[in-house]
């Protein structure tokens, strides 16, 4: 690895930088990182038996997610005729069908390790899946009976024949496709039943009357088996013959011309509905199901053999995530109490400490209420005059948007960004916009073509004759249940040159100004890139200067080329780069004479890392941004982002050593090769696994006695 400036460089020919050998397709780098993910079940040890079966649930949803978004707009791009290649040089065509390869020999490996691992040590520890025929014909009439009562009214048997339209199939639908011979005509029948979503999938045969469950095990059947073995019921005086199972997933990308929408909140709504109807991208088959049914669903669901999985087993794992409803802690996380640091020292009087200087939180190693108080402090604090604030992802009963609500029937002004937009959370986010504008709170959506991903609040209070502004600048959304399990950081200041910058965002956000000369702030879609380039570029000045350029950056997701070229260009001059990117990263580490100076590592653990942070050496003089942007088109283009400058010394020291611990990490990180594929970091240094380093820390901090203000 260069460490400084190679003079030679100035003599020798600089690599073509826009080479599509230097780049990781998109689509595929995703998969690498569900990869890592699924990784986590895989390997006994790693976590508690349970956490693991809790990570082939996230594996499965991540996976459905895929498909229902990027996959479909693949599928878009090759119905169309599109052949336009991405920076690594694919086709729509090449990508699919690499997509299909790679996902197929992870789908075999997440059903091996749940039938061949997980079930035999669940039973082991006394969790149990029951079969309907493996049980005792008394257990077999008792769940007849519950099935008769709890289920069957909830069932809709659909006919397809001409009489009857093939019937619509929902996303994500669980379905039976079901061959079945009239008693009476002896003519063959196909009718489709919808595995309800309403009812639980794992249905705890414990918790059924009459049920006589094996010892004292915990045991669940899974619906479909139940329905399956029942169709009898719902089928009088007709011989079923077989039931496959089958489970669709469709497009869900929700596409709006804001331009036409006359309101943006119920366009979203119609889209929502929309979103149910969306064409088949996948279709999940057992593979017992014979040509014929097979052929009728791929003709009626207009898909292509492309377009089918043969899975073995159960379809769509997603639903494990609710085994961690049992009430096994031994098979668990050790529960983690984060450290609330300012609870003890100022008394949870937030505006106090901010005033003392700025605060820097590490969530979840550091609580995440004071970001709470924050807000339900000012709803009720008589010198607090207005509150402004973004939200992306608030999550169900809000605490935060009911301390809004206060705040506004306490007469304040109070002025609310809801972004309807935010995927996968449009309904919860239709929810709390319409209970704020109930109360009176001055709620907007955002601007026209533009998602708003900023994390920000800004209280104005009154003090002394004079206004006062406290600003909350964050990372990651304001949710407190996600504030649990990402890593994130919080930052509560009165910079005045940040509350500037920020007043005049909320300005632009909720009116018509135009403003774009941010001063400190860096604000997407204005000047997000070409700042993070300038830095880039500095860095490489430093380089040839005194061989100390120096840069770390910490994201979810890199793809921007702009800036990988920049990265490059970096590497290239002898600029020292490491990165920590969680999920995709298109940017190539490694490579002789174009990123020998570039290392990237993944870290994939406990808590999700949520953290946006980007580190310049800067000759010494260290800057560091945090923020809502990754180093994506879309955050860079097509989004509302902020990145703050952090300029407390002491903040911007402790996120240093934050960074540089993950760096050291050798347990839970993979590190990326120039081939675009990952494997463990494996060294010889003393094992540290840096989310237990920052747990271990917090609780050490949480049980002294006192801290110091410095310290915070």
Known sequence: MLQGCDVSRTESVQPDFFDTAYYVNRELSWIYFNQRVLEE??????????????????????????????????????????????????????????IRTMVLQQLSQRNNCFYHDL????????????????????????????????????LTPLAFDTGHPFPFMSNLSLNLAIELEDEETHALKFARVKVPGILPRLLRLNDIEGFEACDKSICFIWMEDLVENNLEQLFPKMRIIQAHLFRLIRDADIEIEE????????????????????????????????????????????????????????????????????DRPDLKDEPFIPNNRLEEEFNQDIFTAIKAKDLLLHHPYDSFQPVVDFINQAAVDPDVLSIKQTLYRVGGNSPIVQSLMKAAEEGKQVAVLVELKARF??????????????????????????????????????????????????????????????????????????????????NALTGYSRHTGYKKLL????????????????????????????????????????????????SYEGVKIDLIVRGICCL????????????????????????????????????????????????????????????????????????????????KAWQMH??????????????????KRFMTRSTLKKTSSKFNVKEL
């Open 259 to 326: 331009d036409e929408a006359g309101d943006l909140l119920e366009t979203i709504e119609q889209g929502l509905l929309s979103r149910r109807y969306g064409k088949v991208v996948r279709l999940d088959i057992t593979p017992d199901m014979p040509q014929s049914v097979r052929k009728l669903l791929m003709n009626n669901l207009e898909v292509s053999q492309r377009n089918v999985y043969e899975i073995g087993g159960l379809l769509g794992l997603s639903c494990l995530i609710d085994l961690l409803k049992v």
């Open 119 to 154: 079930i035999p040590s669940l039973k082991r520890e006394g969790i149990e899946f029951l079969r309907f025929s493996a049980l005792s014909p008394s257990n077999q009439q008792v769940l007849r009976n519950y099935f008769r009562k709890e289920i069957f009214p909830v």
């Open 588 to 667: 190539k580490p490694g490579i002789a004479g174009v990123s020998e100076n570039i290392r990237v590592i993944s870290v994939t653990g406990r808590f999700l890392e949520h953290s946006r942070a980007y580190y310049f050496y800067n000759g010494g003089r260290a800057e560091l941004f945090l923020g809502s942007a990754d180093i994506m088109p879309r955050n860079l283009d097509h989004r509302v982002e902020t990145l703050f400058p952090v300029f407390d010394r002491s903040c911007i020291r402790s996120v240093k050593s934050d960074l540089d611990l993950i760096l050291s990490d050798n347990v």
């Open 425 to 506: 959370d449009e309904e919860n986010n239709i929810v709390w916009a319409r209970a704020l504008e109930d109360v009176g709170v001055h709620v907007v959506y955002g601007l026209p073509g533009l998602k708003t991903h900023a994390k920000l609040t800004m209280i104005v209070r009154r003090e002394q004759e004079r206004l006062k502004h406290y600003l909350h600048l964050g990372t990651g959304n304001y949710n407190p249940a996600t504030g649990k399990i990402y890593t994130d950081y919080s930052l509560f200041t009165v910079n005045d040159h940040l509350a500037n910058d920020v007043a005049e965002l909320f």
């Open 523 to 570: 604000v997407s879609p204005i000047n997000t890139r070409k700042r993070i380039i300038e830095l880039i570029a500095r860095e490489v000045q430093w380089s040839r200067k005194a061989g100390k350029g120096r840069i770390i950056m910490q994201m979810n997701a890199l793809v921007d080329a702009q800036t990988i070229r920049a990265l490059y260009k970096a």
């Open 41 to 98: 079940a895989l390997k006994p040890g790693l976590h508690p038996l349970l956490e693991r079966v809790k990570f082939i649930s996230i594996f499965s949803s991540n996976l459905d997610e895929y498909f229902m978004i990027r996959v479909a707009g693949i599928e878009d791009q090759y119905e169309a005729g599109i052949q336009d290649r991405t920076i690594d040089g694919m086709t729509p065509a090449r990508q699919l069908e690499q």
């Open 674 to 691: 120039d081939d675009g594929t990952y494997s463990l970091v494996d060294n010889e240094a003393p094992k540290i696994n840096s989310q």
